[in-house]
């Protein structure tokens, strides 16, 4: 019954719905997938690449992860580009706030910023919604590790575990399933990896078909964001058992 209510995102529909959010909403499910899972040591964010080719120069091209400050990074479904804008943003706001205050930005507070952005594109006329959910990973001061999911409507919510894209729904349970409160980071990557292969559409995961990153503090205290390289997630699935080692050439 979307008849012409679906034409702007400023009108609600007689059920109360606003078609064009909802259709933003739509666009992530075609998104790979991006799982984050929150430990006591830290947070794991895993993403699926669509784009994989062999011409790809994987060293200087993310296609999920993303680095914001040095304590808050974030996994991306959706449309890159929209992504893209908003991530600059955060960033911007980042390091305003530490300019002016001389501390790095509270997670939840850099968070809420940006996801005040985005719901103002859904309540003025010839403005879209951003097509981009996002899992951000980050620890502060106050609270420690955190793990926030922010859709198009600009609502966010905080997580122990959350997946977000294609197949959102099945990951979701799996993950509510196998979670335990007192997880540690390496567990937390076990699972991720474990949940993402069987919820991928392709059959088989490789090290070119995903990312993984993680937030952690060193023993120093100092707040560290790292990707694994491709060599070091193909270890690590052969040590998890979701890939097979490649056999050796005789």
């Known amino acids: 019954m979307s008849r012409r209510y679906d034409s702007r995102t400023t009108i609600f529909s007689p059920e109360g719905r606003l078609y064009q959010v909802e259709y933003a909403m739509e666009a992530i499910g075609n998104a790979g997938t991006a799982?984050?899972?929150?430990?006591?040591?830290?947070?794991?964010?895993?993403?699926?690449k669509k784009v994989t080719s062999k011409l790809l120069q994987t060293s200087t091209s993310t296609e999920k992860m993303?680095?914001?400050?040095?304590?808050?990074?974030?996994?991306?479904a959706g449309i890159m580009s929209d992504a893209n804008i908003l991530i600059?943003?955060?960033?911007?706001?980042?390091?305003r706030y530490t300019y002016a205050y001389q501390e790095p930005m509270p997670v939840e507070q850099l968070v809420q910023s940006?996801?005040?952005?985005?719901?103002?594109?859904?309540?003025?006329?010839?403005?879209?919604?951003?097509?981009?959910?996002?899992?951000?990973?980050?620890?502060?001061?106050?609270?420690?590790f955190q793990l926030f999911m922010s859709d198009p409507s600009g609502?966010?919510?905080?997580?122990?575990?959350?997946?977000?894209?294609?197949?959102?729904?099945?990951?979701?349970?799996?993950?509510?399933?196998?979670?335990?409160d007192d997880i540690t980071r390496e567990e937390a990557v076990q699972l991720a990896l474990k949940v993402l292969s069987k919820t991928m559409d392709s059959?088989?995961?490789?090290?070119?078909?995903?990312?993984?990153?993680?937030?952690?503090?060193l023993p120093s205290g100092e707040v560290k964001y790292q990707v694994?390289?491709?060599?070091?997630?193909?270890?690590?699935?052969?040590?998890?058992?979701?890939t097979q080692a490649p056999a050796e050439a005789s």
């Not at 993303?66 to 991306?76: E, F, G, L, P, R």
């Open 114 to 144: 940006l996801c005040d952005t985005k719901q103002g594109y859904t309540q003025f006329g010839g403005l879209r919604p951003f097509g981009v959910s996002f899992l951000f990973a980050g620890w502060d001061k106050n609270f420690g």
């Open 35 to 48: 799982i984050g899972i929150l430990s006591k040591e830290g947070v794991v964010l895993v993403g699926e």
């Open 88 to 95: 600059n943003m955060a960033r911007v706001q980042a390091q």
């Open 66 to 76: 993303y680095k914001i400050d040095d304590h808050v990074a974030c996994a991306v």
């Open 155 to 180: 609502n966010y919510g905080g997580w122990k575990a959350a997946a977000i894209g294609a197949n959102n729904q099945a990951a979701q349970s799996m993950l509510k399933q196998d979670y335990k």
């Open 228 to 242: 694994r390289s491709p060599d070091s997630l193909s270890k690590l699935l052969v040590k998890f058992g979701v």
């Open 203 to 217: 059959t088989s995961l490789t090290s070119d078909k995903l990312e993984l990153a993680e937030v952690f503090v």
